[in-house]
């Protein structure tokens, strides 16, 4: 699977737009973006997925650049819950959990 | 509560002893995974299930590891002679087989201290 890389923390204020960016220059025509999330304490969470076009759901939206080569996930009004560390993963195929690489991620920090 | 339920959610052994994890998947799901996160890390995958059929064991951490699921349902992570390394949360997760709309669903993990 593509390598991915994230920044370590961001910060944001509750009630913005949160925007997560992810570099995944080495993508491959069938593999898909996967963003799952972690909170303190609990198993991670899973978000949201694409191949190519932008995707949205009751969570996030998730960009998708023209080449693939990067990604953004959005949080559209963040609030004090979705302080968490946020995990972009590529892998081949859509669905399941099988051999996710999760990486270190980005710790997102929702200020009051 | 239908969610994956784990059990224990907290382990305090001595080194070298075994210890055995339970996971209950959410219930129609057919798929069952096995990760490992050590502290400061992401989660690392370790095996998975379809139905009791485990189609990945090589990444396994070492032969003191192993795992079962042997009516498709519940799943048991046994680790044999327990190190301090292996001090980690023990995570599960399961799903439907792949396809459209098949997220994996996580447990909140089995922390195990050796000591």
């Known amino acids: 699977d593509a390598k991915t890389t994230q920044p370590p923390s961001m910060d944001c204020a509750e009630g913005r737009a949160a925007n997560l960016p992810c570099n995944h220059s080495t993508i491959s025509g069938n593999e898909y973006v996967y963003w799952y999330r972690q909170i303190h304490s609990q198993g991670p969470q899973y978000i949201i997925h694409g191949l190519k076009n932008n995707e949205t759901n009751e969570m996030a939206s998730l960009i998708i650049t023209e080449d693939r080569k990067s990604s953004t996930l959005i949080l559209p009004h963040a609030t004090l819950r979705d302080t968490a560390v946020y995990y972009c993963?590529?892998?081949?195929?859509?669905?399941?959990?099988?051999?996710?690489?999760f990486g270190k991620g980005t710790h997102l920090i929702i200020q009051p | 509560d239908t969610g994956v339920s784990q059990d224990p959610r907290h382990k305090i052994t001595k080194r070298g002893q075994n210890v055995t994890f339970r996971c209950d998947p959410i219930s129609e799901h057919n798929r069952l995974y096995w990760y490992r996160q050590t502290l400061g890390q992401g989660p690392e995958f370790l095996t998975y299930?379809?139905?009791?059929?485990?189609?990945?064991k090589s990444r396994l951490l070492s032969d003191r590891f192993s795992a079962e699921r042997p009516k498709g349902s519940f799943s048991t992570l046994e680790i044999q002679r327990t190190e301090q390394g292996d001090s980690a949360m023990y995570l599960c997760?399961?799903?439907?087989?792949?396809?459209?709309?098949?997220?994996?669903?996580f447990g909140q993990g089995t922390r195990l201290t050796v000591v």
């Open positions: 993963i590529v892998r081949v195929g859509g669905g399941g959990a099988d051999g996710l690489t």
């Open positions: 997760a399961s799903s439907l087989a792949s396809g459209w709309g098949t997220e994996a669903f």
């Open positions: 299930f379809q139905n009791e059929a485990q189609l990945e």
